[in-house]
């Protein structure tokens, strides 16, 4: 059975959307995860090297990903996250929710996406 790992709010800026006015324009994402880990064995507890997943680190990363490039779609966005984490992180799945807020509907405050992925 896996541990959790949850971060939730998780907020950054990009550049994301396909419609005209969206184009050029970064816009807040927030970014809630549930990432799957083994249990740290007893005998290293409370032990730093012992983390699967620096929480810390992976928000570094993250952010440096969404200055780096620019996404059409939030199904996108998500699929990298858990790539990233997945490739960086000794982590055995990862739920990624990508939730913007559409600039241009102000009658829906919000559209997310999730994706699920296991090594």
């Known amino acids: 059975m896996e541990d959790k790992i949850i971060c939730?709010?998780?907020s950054f800026e990009c550049e994301l959307g396909f419609h005209p006015y969206e184009k050029k324009i970064r816009q807040k994402i927030t970014l809630d995860l549930e990432v799957g880990v083994y249990a740290i064995d007893t005998s290293k507890k409370d032990d730093i090297d012992a983390?699967?997943?620096d929480y810390f680190e992976a928000n570094q990363m993250l952010g440096k990903l969404f200055e780096s490039r620019r996404y059409n779609l939030l199904e996108t966005v998500a699929?990298?996250?858990a790539e990233l984490l997945?490739?960086?992180f000794s982590i055995v799945s990862v739920l990624v929710k990508v939730t913007k807020y559409p600039l241009?509907?102000?009658n829906v405050p919000a559209v997310s996406y999730v994706c699920f992925r296991k090594k």
């Open 51 to 53: 983390i699967k997943m």
């Open 79 to 81: 699929e990298d996250v």
């Open 104 to 106: 241009e509907m102000p």
């Open 8 to 10: 939730n709010g998780m």
């Open 86 to 88: 997945l490739h960086n």
